[in-house]
């Protein structure tokens, strides 16, 4: 894994809102994720299926996983730690949950909040975090699909400039079956999903670098960088000046 690679791999930050805010991920998320709420309340609904956690609850979420999120609050205040590697036995994920959490669990979790910035340390302390907290952790049943499309994201994620029978020889599939597979799947087709996943990379350079938006544009395979501004509102409904500033919603 190389330095952009490694950079890539992993999301830290502190989000807020004010009152109230609708999260649509009807599309699927795109990694593992971890949420620790310190001020407000949220409700997931999973295909119907709820999910409810208050402040001081730290929960996880899986790649694939598609929700809607309600957060409720005067001052809603959480944190989100996002990554896209989660060695796993065999036959064994995780689905969304609430995470139980020991005396040294909340020691590495208070340490990892003092400094999101991704790093050696903070990787380290995710994984330490992960690995306390593990033995508790609900298996779910196996998803062959799931596990089809993290694999399509992941070669997308690295190869960023791939093409659909690229990724269709990656996959051993033909093309009209990973086509299927996005559109049953996620509801989506894989350009959506490459552009989605080039414009959370283009986020992160926003955020945590002073690259350009033509250097960005040029570094994510698009054609212009007006398409590039095109696409990311399509998903964030914000400019990249709005993202670099990282504006509370």
């Known amino acids: 894994m190389d330095n952009i690679q490694f950079y890539k791999s992993f999301y830290f930050f502190e989000c807020s809102f004010k009152r109230y805010h609708h999260t649509d991920n009807s599309h699927g998320t795109i990694c593992h994720h971890i949420g620790y709420i310190k001020s407000g309340s949220a409700t997931f609904d999973v ?14 979420t899986p ?11 005067e001052n809603i205040v959480y944190d989100s730690y996002a990554f896209h590697t989660f060695p796993l036995h065999r036959n064994i994920e995780y689905g969304i949950q609430k995470l139980q ?29 992960m690995y306390e907290v593990l033995p508790s952790m609900m298996p779910t049943v196996r998803d062959v699909q799931r596990e089809t499309i993290s694999r399509a994201r992941a070669f997308m994620r690295d190869n960023i400039d791939c093409t659909v029978p690229q990724l269709s020889r990656h996959l051993g599939m033909s093309e009209s079956a990973v086509y299927t597979l996005f559109r049953e799947r ?28 033509e250097e960005i544009s040029a570094r994510l395979g698009f054609s212009s960088a007006a398409y590039f501004r095109k696409v990311l509102r399509s998903f964030y409904d914000k400019t990249p000046r709005q993202l670099r500033k990282n504006e509370t919603i």
């Open 63 to 73: 790649p694939e996983i598609r929700y809607h999120s309600y957060w409720e609050g």
């Open 47 to 60: 295909g119907g299926t709820i999910y409810k956690f208050s402040a001081g609850d730290v929960f996880y």
């Open 101 to 129: 959490m020991t005396e040294r669990a909340h020691e590495i979790l208070s340490a990892l909040t003092l400094d999101k910035a991704v790093s050696c340390r903070s990787v380290g302390l995710l994984y330490e975090l």
């Open 186 to 213: 996620l509801g989506t087709t894989p350009i959506y999903e490459k552009n989605r996943i080039r414009t959370e990379i283009a986020v992160g350079l926003l955020e945590r670098t002073d690259l350009s938006v």
